[in-house]
């Protein structure tokens, strides 16, 4: 049987060793992120978890309580709520990690490392506050007593999927911000009007059937929706619209996780290219 070449074994070894190290980095930077965040403030990590709930409790007095979309399910305090928890970590990552290359300027100049470990960073920094906001979501299915299933265990690959689409889009705006400094005002409006648009806190039933095949050309459109269909509207079909309902067959779900992979690649490509002149521009 043949053995593998020394060289071959150490090429391997440094591979590993290198990929430990960025890793450190990595951790190092988002934990670091997530500290800092909070630094200074009287009421620290809770602020993670009050800025989610104080918009869900305005927009449910409007929209729960006055125009009473309650009548349309009885989990619409819940389908709201984790409506505005996604969005919130999709809008933090975003604007955060666009941010990140030009505000690291000074660590880019000094050291040698992967220029994408720092938006990756930003992006894994906001994922723990996600975590957190996730807990609050679980108290309040607990609330509502509702049990979970096997299903449940697909939200695990629909929070990855949601990381990196996510992720993707950071990457881009990171290297056009980079470049021209408007691009954070541009998004900041974007992200208002995206909040809007996509169906927090209206169910999408609401969209004639054109606007449903648009928005669930969306990663997060068809994230959102298959979260509130696994844990929400397992036994409830007239609230349960997927991506397999609007495109006709479950090969449909296809269509928006594939701009995510598409997303996220591109964003991968194009901050890769542009990274060796960070240390110029920034």
């Known amino acids: 049987m043949a053995t593998p070449a020394p060289a071959e074994s150490g090429a391997h070894r440094a591979l ?6 960025n890793l450190r980095i990595l951790h190092v930077l988002a934990a670091m992120d997530f500290k800092l965040k909070y630094a200074g403030s009287a009421l620290g990590y809770v602020w993670s978890v009050v800025k989610p709930l104080a918009l869900f409790t305005m927009l449910y007095l409007v929209f729960g309580r006055i125009f009473d979309l309650r009548t349309i399910s009885a989990y619409y305090p819940l389908s709201l709520l984790i409506g505005i928890v996604l969005f919130t970590f999709f809008a933090e990552a975003t604007s955060l990690g666009m941010a990140s290359v030009v505000e690291r300027a000074e660590l880019i100049r000094k050291l040698s490392f992967p220029r994408l470990v720092i938006p990756t960073s930003r992006t894994v920094g906001v994922a723990i506050t996600f975590a957190v906001n996730v807990s609050v979501i679980a108290a309040f299915i607990a609330w509502n007593e509702i049990r979970p299933n096997w299903n449940w265990l697909l939200l695990a690959p629909l929070f990855v999927e949601l ?18 400094r408007d691009v954070g005002q541009i998004w900041e409006l974007f992200s208002q009007l995206l909040f809007y648009a996509t169906p927090i806190i209206y169910p999408i039933g609401f969209l004639p059937p054109w606007a449903r095949n648009i928005a669930f050309l969306s990663p997060f459109t068809q994230v959102l929706q298959d979260v509130r269909a696994i844990v929400l509207y397992q036994d409830l079909p007239e609230n349960r619209i997927t991506a397999a309902d609007v495109f006709e067959g479950y090969g449909g779900r296809l269509i928006p996780i594939g701009i995510a992979a598409v997303v996220f690649v591109v964003g991968v490509v194009v901050f890769r290219r542009a990274a060796p002149s960070f240390a110029e521009r920034v």
């Open 163 to 180: 990381f990196l689409f996510t992720l993707g889009v950071t990457l881009i705006l990171a290297t056009l911000f980079v470049r021209l």
């Open 16 to 21: 590993w060793r290198r990929f430990r190290h």
